[in-house]
T-cell receptor, first 112, second 112 residues
């Protein structure tokens, strides 16, 4: 079955520290991959997406993600976290079938 | 282009009532999907409509139904509301290749 796994339910980092959120996928073929962010009470905002080509993808708000086919991973990174980055982050996959499969989400807490 | 719009944004109902949520896709998009987000179950796929036909359906009871109109606007209906139906309901639209879905801001439904 197709699935997207985010192993970390929550992560706490200090402001200014680097961040890496993990995501693994299980699909028959490489899916299109996405990272979304959701602030409390809000909808989903797309941070970045990977369709093909360069495996390092740049997104908004200083985020980037690296696609690694050998590890079936698509980890999200940011070199220096700001307090405003505290939110829930969702990794998601889509094989072009008009249905997105989401991971369970990782809640990011930022320490001052 | 205008994004996906959903109305209403917030809704309060009581158990046993029914509710109808509306979604207007991005202009030119013919596919509309619905998702339910709850703290316990995360983001789950409800169903997808294309050209007024339901093409995909998630694992939800028959109380959850939808339809799509000729202008691609979609409605989702939940009958005999239960407390557990309290959730954020997200609508997404896709262009013809279906590889990326564009999400609306959601309708937050509270069932008392």
């Amino acid at each position: 079955a197709q699935s997207v796994t985010q192993p970390d339910i929550h992560i706490t980092v200090s402001e200014g520290a680097s961040l890496e959120l993990r995501c693994n996928y299980s699909y028959g073929a490489t899916p299109y991959l996405f990272w979304y962010v959701q602030s409390p009470g809000q909808g989903l905002q797309l941070l970045l997406k990977y369709f093909s080509g360069d495996t390092l993808v740049q997104g908004i708000k200083g985020f980037e993600a690296e696609f690694k086919r050998s590890q079936s991973s698509f980890n999200l990174r940011k070199p220096s976290v700001h307090w405003s980055d505290a939110a829930e982050y969702f990794c998601a996959g889509n094989t072009g079938g008009f249905k997105t499969i989401f991971g369970a989400g990782t809640r990011l807490f930022v320490k001052a | 282009k205008a994004g996906v719009t959903q109305t209403p944004r917030y809704l309060i109902k009581t158990r046993g009532q029914q509710v109808t949520l509306s979604c207007s896709p991005i202009s030119g998009h013919r596919s509309v999907s619905w998702y339910q987000q709850t703290p316990g179950q995360g983001l789950q796929f409800l169903f997808e409509y294309f050209s007024e036909t339901q093409r995909n359906k998630g694992n939800f009871p028959g109380r959850f139904s939808g339809r799509q109109f000729s202008n691609s606007r979609s409605e989702m209906n939940v009958s005999t509301l239960e407390l557990g139906d309290s959730a954020l309901y997200l609508c997404a639209s896709s262009s013809s290749d279906g590889r990326e879905q564009f999400f609306g801001p959601g309708t937050r439904l509270t069932v008392l």
